[in-house]
């Protein structure tokens, strides 16, 4: 369980601290118990629930990392013509 608690810790230095806050909310609403300060509660959770933290943690990193900043694209297409509908021909056969 150490090395998982290292594990946990290690990965939660690439998060803010909104980030960090927002894990411990779900955590605490999953767990079904208040979760202040996550990293120093670790201690207090069994191995099992040590595994899910760390594939939260690890998913909330894969997403900040791997998922395009829509805002950002989004404030860059603002001043182009794009359509505003979206149509479909008819499929071959009807």
Partial sequence: MKEMIQTITAQCEKLS???????ADALSSYFEKPIQSLIPELIT???DELVVINKI?????????????????????AG????STISFGRANGE
């Fill in 17 to 23: 601290e909104d980030e960090m806050k927002s894990v």
């Fill in 45 to 47: 959770f069994n191995r």
């Fill in 57 to 77: 943690v690890a998913g909330v990193i894969l997403t900040k990392e791997y998922v395009p900043d829509i805002k950002g694209a989004y404030e860059r297409l």
């Fill in 80 to 83: 182009t013509d794009l359509p």
